[in-house]
């Protein structure tokens, strides 16, 4: 299936490893141009170093909004346009409702929220005024069945859904397409520091790879995705229970 991503600029946040390094790699092996950003420069750049296509990297805070606007206009300034953003960020730490301070609930908003918010503002009205976008947002799959012990993210993602639904309604007159995607249980580093065991939860009996997330994420920027909007999908082998 071509998927007419080939000269696309896509901008991934949080890309120097696990999904945003995936989705990186899925767009740029279809060929589209690559801006990415993350915080840890050593580890972006040799991310960047294995990208097949142009690729812009820059180190920065998503929680920013001027570094996050900065990288916005770095990238349409090399590459004149911006077609595709795919917004991403760590998860606030497991926790339960007492052992969270207010401080926590304000680290989980910047990052897991306003993040997203910064990144919208100021990537949709270039997409709008092409009348061509895909605006992806990286949550869980805690926006459709709260994961015990991660209060924070239940919260504050499902936050993000909220905005994803009411974008894809002011957009769509424009042609720029806004939808979430929920990472379920899947083998990053995080996982790893959440010691955790899901596979007898998954009815697929396992948790997935980077690469099988992202090939969803591709797809909804690609030409082919044209007639989907507000959506959230999770990718999670089935373990969400609501239909």
Known sequence: MELGLDGRVAIIAAASKGLGKAVAAGLAA?????????????ALQQTAAELPTDVLAQAL????????????RATFDRFGRIDICVTNAGGPPAKPFENASVEDWRSAVDLNFMSTLFFAHAVLPIMKERRWGRFITITSVAVLQPVGGLILSNAVRSASRGLVKSLSNEYAAHNVLVNNVCPGYTATE?????NVQPDAQ????????PEEFANVVVFLASERASYITGVSIPVDGGWVKAS
């Not at 279809?30 to 050593?42: F, N, Q, S, T, Y």
């Open 30 to 42: 279809e060929g589209a141009k690559i801006a990415i950003c993350a915080r840890g420069e050593a």
């Open 61 to 72: 805070d998503v929680t920013n909004e001027s570094q996050v606007r900065n990288f916005v």
């Open 190 to 194: 995080r996982l790893k520091r959440l």
């Open 202 to 209: 998954i009815p697929l009996g396992r948790v997935a790879t």
